[in-house]
Nanobody, 117 residues
Framework: VQLQAFGGGLVQAGGSLRLSCVAS????????MGWYRQALEKERELVAT????????QYADSVKGRFTISRVNANNTIYLEMNSLKPEDTAVYYC???????????WGQGTELTVSS
C-alpha cells in the first residue's frame, strides 16, 4: 500500500489546517489508518487513528478536542482537521496504514507543519 500525504505548511498559532492522505494499492477492507508526528529530536508519536469499518477513532491526549480525524473509504482517503494549533504541534506528520489481520504496515512520506507563535 502506498500513501501520499498533502496539506502541511506554515500556520500561526490558533489557526487551522487540514491534512489529507490518499492510499493506493492492495488495500484491505478492514484496516486502520492514521496520523503520527515527529518533532525535532523527539520520537514519533501517535496523533490519531481511525478504523475502516465503523470509524472508531483514537486520539493522543494532546490533540483531543482540537483535531478531528475522518475518512472516506470510497476514496481511500483520510483527513486530519487541526484547529487551535499550537507551536508544540510543529512536526512532520506521517500517514500510516495497518492491515488488521496480518503484519502489514505502510508509511507515507511525511508532510511538515510549522506553527508559529
Amino acid at each position: 500500500v502506498q500513501l501520499q500525504a498533502f496539506g502541511g505548511g506554515l500556520v500561526q498559532a490558533g489557526g487551522s489546517l487540514r491534512l489529507s492522505c490518499v492510499a493506493s494499492g492492495s488495500i484491505a477492507v478492514i484496516n486502520t489508518m492514521g496520523w503520527y508526528r515527529q518533532a525535532l529530536e523527539k520520537e514519533r508519536e501517535l496523533v490519531a487513528t481511525i478504523t475502516s469499518t465503523i470509524g472508531i477513532t483514537q486520539y493522543a491526549d494532546s490533540v483531543k478536542g482540537r483535531f478531528t480525524i475522518s475518512r472516506v473509504n470510497a476514496n481511500n482517503t483520510i483527513y486530519l482537521e487541526m484547529n487551535s494549533l499550537k507551536p508544540e504541534d510543529t512536526a512532520v506528520y506521517y500517514c500510516n496504514y495497518k492491515h488488521v489481520w496480518v503484519p502489514q504496515e505502510s508509511w507515507g512520506q511525511g508532510t511538515e507543519l510549522t506553527v508559529s507563535s
